[in-house]
């Protein structure tokens, strides 16, 4: 479907190629210049008109007058004392903030990323979900967050290319589902930033109609769900949303999700000493997930201001692995800890007051 007309300038950002095509024709523009345009946007990560190079002083007006590079401004950037994680405090142009993170692993530089200012959610340790929800973010605003850590990336001291994107910043993907899935099939374009499939992940508490519209969509992105309890009760006091969308539904569009795409599901699980991280709950979250295609990532509780929980100890996180493994055969991982002490970590993402 073409991008309406409007008559405020129109965001780059938040257009597909065929959209730009369209809206070039619509402008009295000759819509052949419109892959130059999405070149300079993507590979050459142009951030103002006149870093547009190669196109009829025509066109170059054209664009000036009817569209926009919607990058975001930096409020603030925080690095990690080990050098791995860079935090960007992002403003929007109703005043709004967001924050997006650099973080480096190992052969890869991941980018995550927003995709609500605040969350509806409620998960009582994550410190968005205590900041409550805003209003959701627009494709353009998802996409110039990626975009902005690419141009970091791409203008550093060694230069490098972004490869992995994962929604697991502030915000509930599946609660703004068109704009995230919109956003990732414009990063995906392979005349553009060509992120595989295989490398965007989305993370849901577990937005039953989202999960079921994935896999009906045939989406090749891959799923992310935060469990972090294998009961009703206990969900449902981590996670609000949960009494929406009970486990037993959850669980029901998990398997809908594996048998229509033939994939597996990512399954998150917060480790809160003495909540969630015994034997006993290993068990449990076994003996509820081990007929699917499933990897648990186990993150240790990361530190807020809104939750007097405290993460587990490294021996009972290998004690929940051991049960997993042993018992019902699921590979799991406990997740790399990257920028805790700038509040960069799973769950600590919030914009100030």
Request: net charge positive; aromatic share 6%; glycine share 8%.
């Amino acid at each position: 479907m073409a991008a309406p007309l409007t008559a405020t300038p129109t965001d780059l950002y938040g257009l597909t190629l065929d959209e730009l095509r369209f809206l070039m024709a619509q402008w009295g523009l000759n819509p052949i210049h419109a892959s130059r345009v999405w070149n300079r946007l993507y590979l050459g990560l142009a951030s103002t008109h006149d870093e547009i190079h190669g196109l009829p002083e025509r066109v170059r007006a054209g664009l000036s007058t009817h569209a926009r590079l919607g990058g975001l401004s930096v409020s603030s950037l925080a690095e990690s004392t080990d050098g791995f994680t860079r935090k960007y405090l992002l403003g929007l142009d109703d005043g709004e903030r967001i924050e997006a993170v650099l973080m480096r692993f190992t052969g890869r530089v991941t980018a995550c990323v927003s995709s609500q200012a605040g969350c509806a959610m409620g998960c009582v340790f994550c410190a968005t979900g205590q900041m409550g929800y805003r209003r959701h973010l627009s494709t353009a605003e998802i996409v110039s967050q990626v975009v902005h850590v690419a141009r970091a990336l791409a203008l550093g001291p060694e230069p490098s290319r972004l490869r992995n994107v994962v929604f697991m910043g502030m915000g509930e993907p599946l609660h703004n589902y068109d704009a995230v899935m919109k956003a990732c099939g414009i990063l995906r374009d392979p005349s553009g930033l060509a992120l595989s499939a295989a490398r965007i992940t989305v993370s849901t508490v577990g937005v039953v109609p989202g999960i079921r519209r994935m896999a009906d969509e045939r989406s090749p992105i891959h799923l992310a769900v935060s469990l972090h309890a294998a009961t009703q009760d206990e969900r449902a006091a981590l996670v609000p949303a949960a009494r929406k969308w009970p486990l037993d539904e959850l669980m029901d569009a998990c398997r809908h999700f594996c048998d229509t795409l033939k994939r597996r599901i990512f399954f998150e699980w917060t480790l809160i000493e003495g909540r969630n991280d015994s034997e006993l709950h290993a068990h449990q979250v076994g003996r509820l997930i081990c007929e699917l295609p499933v990897q648990v990532n186990l993150i240790p509780l990361n530190p807020t201001a809104g939750y007097a929980g405290t993460p587990t100890r490294s021996e009972a996180a290998k004690r929940f692995q051991r049960v997993l493994s042993d018992d019902y055969g699921i590979p799991s991982t406990v997740r790399q800890r990257r920028g805790i002490d700038i509040a960069a970590g799973c769950g600590q993402l919030a914009s100030p007051s």
